[in-house]
T-cell receptor
Framework: ETGVTQTPRHLVMGMTNKKSLKCEQH?????MYWYKQSAKKPLELMFV???????ENNSVPSRFSPECPNSSHLFLHLHTLQPEDSALYLC???????????FGPGTRLLVL | EDQVTQSPEALRLQEGESSSLNCSYT??????LFWYRQDPGKGPEFLFT???AGEEKEKERLKATLTKKESFLHITAPKPEDSATYLC??????????FGTGTRLQVTL
């Protein structure tokens, strides 16, 4: 595997389900990010981790819970989501914050 | 607060018809301006990083330029495979990138 990988690629869940999104980077980077992308909106930064510490949380609802166990892996735990949370969730990594970010293919999430 | 505005929102070109996409920005202490290409249902693909006014970078049919207020992505003799959404982002003193809404480019035969 090279670059940034994300699993699953597609996810359908009910509002009472709990699921997790996984991201892995093979670039040796120190910073990782979660973004939400909705139609006709700019990418919305959700969380930033640098050297495994959360450095930014953009007022994201608590039903989204990130976890960064090491510099190569990032998770987004989901619970009791709302239909408006349906979107493309993108993971990215960079050598450091403010530097060029490289994105994974995304997870297309549908909340019913 | 950093801001990025991209225009036009959508652009339709015929194959071979050159044009430019615009990215206007306001940022406190520019650390970098980034261009990405995004195909439907996929993650953004990195194209260029520009760091200072006057800088230019090229890759195949694409050329990115930077001034103190805006950046242009010039597309020379585009082909249908250049059809995608092109995203611009800036990094300022905050530890994050601010993205524009993108320009959706369609190149027809």
């Amino acid at each position: 595997e090279t670059g940034v990988t994300q699993t699953p690629r597609h996810l359908v869940m009910g509002m009472t389900n709990k699921k997790s999104l996984k991201c892995e980077q093979h670039l040796g980077h120190n910073a990782m990010y979660w973004y939400k992308q909705s139609a006709k909106k700019p990418l919305e930064l959700m969380f930033v981790y640098s050297l495994e510490e959360r450095v930014e949380n953009n007022s994201v609802p608590s039903r989204f819970s990130p976890e960064c166990p090491n510099s190569s892996h990032l998770f987004l735990h989901l619970h009791t989501l709302q239909p408006e949370d349906s979107a493309l969730y993108l993971c990215a990594s960079s050598q450091a914050p403010q530097e060029t970010q490289y994105f994974g293919p995304g997870t297309r999430l549908l909340v019913l | 607060e950093d801001q990025v505005t991209q225009s036009p929102e959508a652009l339709r070109l015929q194959e071979g018809e050159s044009s430019s996409l615009n990215c206007s920005y306001t940022v406190s202490g520019l650390r970098g301006l980034f261009w990405y290409r995004q195909d439907p249902g996929k993650g953004p693909e990195f194209l260029f990083t520009l760091y200072s006014a006057g800088e230019e970078k090229e890759k195949e049919r694409l050329k990115a330029t930077l001034t103190k207020k805006e950046s242009f992505l010039h597309i020379t003799a585009p082909k249908p495979e250049d059809s995608a959404t092109y995203l611009c982002a800036v990094a300022g003193t905050a530890s994050k990138l601010t993205f524009g809404t993108g320009t959706r480019l369609q190149v027809t035969l």
